[in-house]
């Protein structure tokens, strides 16, 4: 599998150019800002993209949207319990950063738990993990997570945004990435990647005992 990462946007926000190293089809996860350098590395891999997707709909993840999925002229996805949502950021968040008001194209295509990306001859399962967001998604591979802003490396996604739920989304990391092989590789929506098994043993939300310095 083809994985290439991209830091984009003002927040620091993680794109992932994915693809299949056999048929050069591939998907993007959350392009959340500078289009024109999420295109560029799009031509240099040489991938066909199939489908646009959104680990959630925060507009730190869909800010670049519109203009690459126009550009590509392809599908885009979401869950469902985020697709209702876009767009509707209070506007003291925006002012804050000094963003614009983000309206979304509506999705190509709603997605829900236990779903299938298929790219070539790879796939990812769709994962409802709410808390984050109520649409919250991780996607699920051999070896390999996308989880959004749900679980980040030695941290977890903020609960404090609408739709967030501290609750939840400790169900959703325990009950539905926790159970992962400790090998599977972690790539988050923020911040450098990790594994589950690092995360199950040193990530101070799971009971972990903090970041290993040396």
Do not use: Q
């Not at 048929?23 to 959350?30: L, P, Q, R």
């Not at 963003?99 to 190509?108: G, K, T």
């Not at 298929?118 to 996607?139: A, M, N, Q, Y």
């Not at 903020?158 to 989304?169: A, F, K, Q, S, V």
């Amino acid at each position: 599998m083809i994985i290439k990462n991209l830091t984009v946007g003002p927040f620091g926000s993680n794109c992932y150019i994915v693809g299949s190293e056999k048929t050069k089809e591939g998907i993007i996860i959350d392009p959340g800002e500078e289009a024109d350098t999420i295109l560029a590395e799009v031509k240099k891999a040489g991938l066909k993209i199939v489908l646009i997707v959104a680990t959630h709909g925060h507009l730190d993840h869909m800010m670049a949207l519109e203009k690459v999925k126009d550009a590509l002229k392809c599908d885009y996805a979401i869950h469902e319990g985020d697709a209702a949502g876009m767009g509707h950021e209070p506007p003291a968040i925006l002012s804050m950063f000094g963003l614009p008001r983000f309206n979304p194209p509506p999705p190509d295509r709603a997605l829900k738990d236990g779903d299938t990306i298929e790219f070539g001859d790879e796939s990812l399962k769709v994962v409802h993990t709410p808390g984050h967001s109520r649409g919250g998604i991780c996607l699920v591979g051999d070896g390999v997570v996308f989880s959004g802003d749900t679980l980040f490396n030695f941290g977890i996604g903020r609960t404090d945004l609408p739709g967030g739920n501290y609750e939840e989304l400790m169900g959703s990391i325990k009950e539905k990435l926790m159970v992962l092989p400790d090998k599977t590789e972690v790539w988050p929506g923020h911040g450098p990647g990790s594994t589950i098994g690092e995360e199950r043993r040193h990530n101070p939300f799971l009971g972990g005992a903090g970041p290993r310095w040396f």
